[in-house]
């Protein structure tokens, strides 16, 4: 029988969460002679050592890393399938995942987007400052947690741009050539994907919001992803009203502030559900995610001439 997908995992230090996701993979509802995976290990401290077991299992290695726009390409280049469905090794398929792919799929056109959702075991830890993906419908990010592309779409718009060094808007970026291209983007709510529920400290989230300054590339490329912004400038709602709070303060004028602030707070208040008490305790932490936000997206406004503040 010949190959109908093939999965590409591009993965970097993190070993259990690849064991979790391959041990998934093992269990879907297709036979194992119908899909491969190519784990790409994008320059591990400790290189990938799996047992493939009864998937038909390949691992690449790049020596360095290279981020995963790269791991993703080298991935699918090598791939012998049609169809090629991405997965991140924070992640985990449901059984009747790739089943739910191939019955989305469709030529060389259509691109796939299956469902994220938290891991149900990790439900428990879900709060507003917990780090997850949740895609409940086609989305303008063409989220690479859970996304299949046909394999020669991939060949005719080139892939990943792999000047995006990490997980930063590499993906929305294709998505956004691919449709240009003449790509259609179909909905799969059966091919479920399972995302990790992370507690990250202040320090975390600061670093994981540093990153994505690359991504304000990403609307340079492509003015039509503005339309995932708020009033097609602002990354996040709570951001303009923080601006304008802290050019109040600037003017002292602090009657003005607290006046803008109110709508500000007013996000917060019905995102904890009027746990007025919760809320108190994380509203400092969201103040400096919040405002190392608007840092990371001035700056990437200035290095790629571009306004997302």
């Not at 991140?88 to 060389?108: N, T």
């Not at 240009?180 to 919001?209: C, K, M, N, W």
């Amino acid at each position: 029988m010949s190959l109908e997908l093939s999965v590409v995992v591009p993965t970097h230090d993190r070993p259990q969460g690849l064991s979790r996701l391959l041990a998934a993979l093992r269990r879907q509802t297709i036979g194992p002679d119908r899909f491969e995976a190519i784990v790409v290990d994008d320059g591990s401290r400790v290189p990938v050592s799996v047992e493939p077991g009864d998937l038909r299992l390949r691992v690449l290695r790049h020596d360095r890393p290279r981020g995963p726009a790269a791991a993703r390409n080298s991935g699918w280049r090598a791939a012998r399938a049609e169809t090629v469905a991405f997965i991140d090794d924070d992640c985990a398929p449901a059984e009747g995942w790739l089943e739910g792919v191939l019955r989305a799929a469709d030529g060389e056109r259509v691109v796939v987007q299956g469902r994220v959702a938290p891991m149900p075991d990790q439900l428990a830890r879900l709060r507003p400052l917990s780090h997850t993906i949740e895609v409940g419908d086609v989305s303008p990010l063409f989220v690479s947690a859970n996304i299949a592309y046909p394999r020669a779409l991939l060949e005719r718009v080139g892939g990943f741009d792999e000047r995006f060094r990490r997980a930063c808007g590499e993906d929305a970026e294709l998505g956004a050539r691919a449709t240009g291209a003449g790509a259609i983007a179909r909905f799969a709510p059966d091919a479920l994907v399972y995302h990790e529920v992370r507690e990250l400290s202040l320090a975390e989230q600061i670093r994981h919001t540093l990153k994505w300054t690359d991504a304000v590339g990403a609307l340079a490329m492509h003015p039509e992803l503005r339309g995932l912004l708020v009033w097609r400038v602002f990354w996040k709602p709570t951001h303009p009203w923080l601006l304008a709070a802290l050019a109040a303060l600037l003017a002292r004028r602090p009657r003005s502030a607290a006046l803008v602030l109110a709508p500000y707070l007013l996000h917060y208040v019905r995102l904890y559900e009027r746990d007025l008490r919760a809320l108190a305790g994380a509203l400092p932490s969201h103040l400096v995610i919040d405002a190392s936000e608007i840092a990371t997206a001035i700056a990437g406004s200035v290095r790629h001439r571009t306004l997302m503040p």
